[in-house]
């Protein structure tokens, strides 16, 4: 079976809601798998969502809290008594709990925390940062002893976590919870069962710091193609394991935060957040913008005079600031990306700024040449074309060396290259081109007239 | 451990590689993890690799050009005889075999297949189009049917594949390889040895077709926190897997293309791509923006006469185009992303624009206020200051507009919006920036002197 058809099951759950027929909602839901359940569930009002959520199973309804917005669980989550919300939280996944928890109110957090049964799977959880490891992590229910047997250590699993899908690798830890090794499901069940699992494993297991940030996380997971990655404190003991679903999400995220920097949006946030939190974020990067384009306006106010006696000259304004600006953009582009997924690094910074000149060298001469083109059919003066042909080909490369090198200049720094340099780089590429375009312009202003 | 320091073990292979310690170079590569070794590797000299690399391990050898990029194992593999290129094939997996030997010339791989040992795990996989779930998808090596015990299944496993670690999911197919469910490893071990996979087995397995589209399969994988997706044909025969490294691997190809395409760099490559191929791509973009750009310069030579009387009217171009473009860019990018991870979709389309508006409406006062004022402080006449402020006003609520409904309507035109919106919503905005700032000076022009 492909996706659910949401939008069918939601107007078959309206309906069933609609003649008060409970039962028949409740079947429909639960006959959804997860995604598909939070999606209908979330379509429904607050009253209707409050009164189908008590009469579904403990588990679907973990489920659905565990699938929805962050937002809009804590909403659901803030409506339910405290005891209600314990029994669903400890169905929950604890890094789930864990998130949900840390989205309502500290002291209603600590009434539902003294409701769960096992609210030590969860409470570690929640000391971690966020965008941390340990903030991703959720607890190893399951570990194992170097002296176990393969056959013991199957039996355990039997016993301890038979509910969890999530046992593609067994961590294997010492005494005192330190981190010694790894083995695979699979390799237990290939050697024979008086095997020590200390033989099998291998001692070398990729691992993390609670503290490391969860982009460094998940590009480890990706790169060693992991389906789960321990986190360690300092003195390498198990605090959890980042889960595969973890990965997809974080790399999903930092893609979202990158398009949204280059585009201009600092914070990423949902497409739907309340109007006044998207101006927090969007209008003060205007303001900076502004700023900026008042750099702009100087360099063209010194300009006023030439510009007074051929006003013909800002009909080719779009073409000095704004495709040159274009092929920044093309430019910075790619080397943000690059940077991003570890395929360029600053020690590049040389032979991409060579590749970038080169780039936009042939750029200039095509684009300075179609344009100088362009003037001549507008009926302008041919000086008019050399101008504005030369400036374009000179901005090109302004823009090649600002779109390379910017960026690479920020990773240096240290600060983000998606979402400091576009905005620099335009900058740079707006000031040069009307100063390379009216400075020639002023220096052979009589054969312009 | 965390991810080994490869410019340290490189340096030390290329000191061994200049002593010719030949056993020195081929220990430190062969200690290292598969994606380092292809890293090290990949820096050599073409002598140097065609030198080590049939001193390694057959399995080293391949998972070295499994995880090279795909021109660099292509160049390799140009370079090695016939026959050793199919030892190092039949080790690789098939799904990674097929994209190698589709990157070779026909001739020449016809001839490599017919060396392998085990073509026929990788023939069939040759005919699926690059970005289709076929030809992503790796052949089910081990499949199960439903008369089988869990002992008997457990069994199959230990002698059919015990080398793979793919098999957290084991398919089930009927006598005619008909998909008919699926069953984990874990479920396989937790039930007694004599219990049917019918039994357990769940008959609703998530699947797809061979000639999806790779985005909507690694979609599905992400929804449904799957680790395998099988592959299907109409008559849903069996056909291969995709497996959770491939949905990383689109993940982040989805996302660079789309973060590309919205930098105006319209088809994603490598950011060290050939000079030649770098420009095919980016200059016919550079091209139709230098259309567009015409637009707008047309606009501009409309109001030629109102420039040459107040020139200081240009000091303003780069708020009134430029910071309105950037608050259409910033519209324009959480719709587009909205719409890329489906938290948008078309019917969304009037909230959305609701949502711009306002946003964009805050912004206009605000910004335009401030222009106004800047405008001020430069000395202009008080009516350049109401001119300026209006017209920012005017063409913020353009560009809230344009970010909106641009996007959302090229999704409904079936064209993707990251590639078609930025260079329409910029032109809109600036050819409207241009409209309102120049004609409300034009209308007012006595009083601007």
């Known amino acids: 079976m492909e996706q659910a058809n949401v939008d069918t099951i939601l107007e078959q759950v309206r309906n069933a809601l609609a003649v008060g027929d409970w039962n028949q909602a409740v079947a429909l839901v639960e006959a959804l798998r997860p995604p598909d359940q ?11 969502q409050d009164q189908l959520l008590p009469r579904l199973d403990l588990e679907d309804s973990a489920d659905i809290l565990e699938e929805l917005e962050e937002e809009e669980a804590a909403e659901v989550a803030a409506r339910l008594k405290a005891e209600e919300l314990a029994q669903i939280l400890d169905e929950m996944e604890p890094d789930e709990a864990a998130d949900l928890l840390g989205d309502i109110a500290p002291d209603r957090a600590a009434e539902v925390l003294a409701e769960m049964e096992e609210p030590d799977e969860v409470r570690p959880l929640l000391i971690h940062a966020d965008e941390s490891a340990g903030g991703l992590m959720t607890s190893a229910r399951l570990t194992l002893h170097g002296e176990m047997t393969a056959g013991q250590a199957i039996a355990h699993l039997r016993t301890v976590a038979p509910e969890t899908e999530d046992v593609y690798y067994l961590f294997v830890v010492d005494a005192e919870i330190r981190l010694v090794g790894v083995v695979s499901l699979r390799q237990l069940i290939v050697v024979p069962p008086a095997t020590r699992v200390r033989e099998i494993m291998d001692a070398d297991v990729i691992h993390v710091r609670s503290d490391t940030d969860q982009e460094e996380a998940a590009r480890l997971m990706a790169r060693y193609d992991l389906l789960a990655l321990p986190v360690v404190d300092g003195e390498r003991h198990l605090l959890g394991l980042i889960t595969h679903d973890d990965l997809v ?28 939190a998207a101006l927090r974020t969007r209008l003060p990067w205007l303001m900076v913008n502004m700023v900026t384009a008042l750099i702009s306006g100087l360099v063209l106010s010194l300009f006023k005079i030439t510009i007074a006696r051929v006003a013909a000259l800002t009909v080719f304004f779009p073409f000095v600031a704004g495709v040159c600006g274009s092929a920044a953009t093309q430019a910075l582009t790619v080397t943000v990306r690059g940077l991003a997924t570890g395929e360029l690094s600053p020690r590049d910074g040389l032979r991409t700024m060579g590749r970038e000149l080169a780039i936009s060298l042939a750029d200039g001469v095509v684009i300075g040449g179609l344009v100088a083109l362009i003037a001549l059919m507008l009926g302008e003066q041919p000086m008019m074309g050399v101008v504005v042909g030369l400036a374009i080909l000179l901005n090109m490369l302004s823009a090649g060396i600002a779109g390379a090198l910017v960026p690479m200049g920020m990773q240096v720094l240290r600060v983000d290259p998606a979402l400091a340099s576009p905005i620099l780089v335009t900058t740079l590429t707006d000031t040069c081109g009307y100063l390379f375009y009216l400075g020639l312009a002023t220096l052979s202003l009589e054969m312009l007239l």
């Open 38 to 48: 939070a999606d209908v569930f979330g379509e429904l009002p607050p009253t209707e």
């Open 249 to 276: 999400e974080v790399l999903e995220e930092e893609a979202t935060e990158d398009i949204y920097r280059l585009g201009g949006v600092p914070e990423e946030q949902p497409p739907d957040v309340a109007i006044p």
